[in-house]
């Protein structure tokens, strides 16, 4: 760093506010001036602990462990705006403030458009409007940091309300004679959507198509997908394309959309036609849904392979004969029996939701509430929330209980 001399001032203190010290790191290949902006510091007993590169090379391998950066713009191996933006690339959360010269305080405005906290003028600063400007510097970048944080989220909150429009969306349906109810609730570990997804759309007058899927990961990539093959199921449905031909279909979409190759979606499908009342069941991969009829627990089995590990792989139908006015269907995603059951480590499984479905029933728990209490039996065997997301669709006679 070349040019007029730093002037000093003593007897100013500058004690900023908090009495946090400043780690900074001062790129500077000219030990006078190191000297000087030492002793600057030094005499206003500044908080700040200061550490010397003698080049870029230097600083790269120290800017990690610092607040802030004070940056001469004439380097051996960078200068002017160029070493700014070389720095600005490896400073991550540190601030950075450059050095100019009377001269080259044009240089000084610029850097400040190019992305540094701030510029300071050999000649014109004093201990205290260094530690001054040091200081604002930082809380500057953290201001920056914080606000553009802050975008971040309101923009993923944006696209997980987009994405949840699209993974759960209104049921298609006008049957007097049943009542729906869904449910979702999104996994400890993020607050947005991940790769669960359902659907209802009526097919006939007195017939219903429902559908619960996931596809694994999360993540945006993972929901959108699941948007992608939900939608694909619902247009496959309003076709009337036949039944046994779906899954193959939305297996297709999968594997054209999805990103990586090991990528796959476990999906269930119930027909309910109550002119007949027979269920339908077609399973790739999902957790079975569980059918409550005259307060009986029945696991609807019907296992076949996921979507996207075998192609064309056979899905076969299960049947099911209602039989009873007294009924309840209930399909849901593997988040909600993924937990732990209890202090032992074992898995709630499919056995564990079918003891909580007979415990619900014995204490009269009413249908509307049934999927949250579910999760909160399940959370409290778990120990705490659940890890994954659950989704749910509860499928029963209007006016049931």
Known sequence: MSGPDLVTRPGRQAGPPGGERLRVLLVEDDPDDAFLVRELLAEVNAPVDLTVALSLAAARAQVDRVDCVLLDLGLPDATGLDALREVLAIAGRAAVCVLTGLEDEYLGMAAVAVGAQDYLTKGQVDGVLLTRALRYAVERKRSQDNARRLREIELRQ????????????????????????????????????????YDVVQTAPQRLDLMVGDVCGHGV????????????????????????????????????ERSQEEIFATVATVRADLATGRLTLRLAGHPPPLLLRDGQVCVLNGGNLVLGIVRDAARTATEVDLG??????????????????????????????????????????????????????????????????????????????
């Open 158 to 197: 944006a696209e997980s309300s987009r994405l949840e429009r699209g993974l759960l969306p209104q049921p298609l349906m006008e049957m007097p004679a049943v009542s729906l109810h869904s449910f979702y609730r999104a996994g400890r570990h993020r607050g947005l959507l991940g790769g669960d997804f």
């Open 221 to 256: 990539d993972e929901a959108a997908l699941g948007v992608e093959l939900r939608v694909a199921w619902r247009a496959l449905m309003l076709a009337g394309v036949a039944d046994e031909a779906v899954l193959p279909a939305m297996e297709e979409v999968l594997i054209s």
């Open 324 to 401: 009873t006015q007294d009924w309840a269907l209930l399909m849901y995603t593997d988040g909600l029996i993924e937990g732990r059951n209890g202090g032992g480590g074992e898995r709630l499984e499919v056995t564990g939701l079918c003891t909580l479905l007979s415990r619900a029933q014995n204490l009269g728990v009413p249908y509307e509430e049934l999927p949250g209490w579910l999760v909160s039996r399940a959370e409290e065997a778990n120990d705490g929330p659940l890890a994954d997301d659950v989704a749910m669709l509860l499928l029963t006679p209007d006016g049931g209980s």
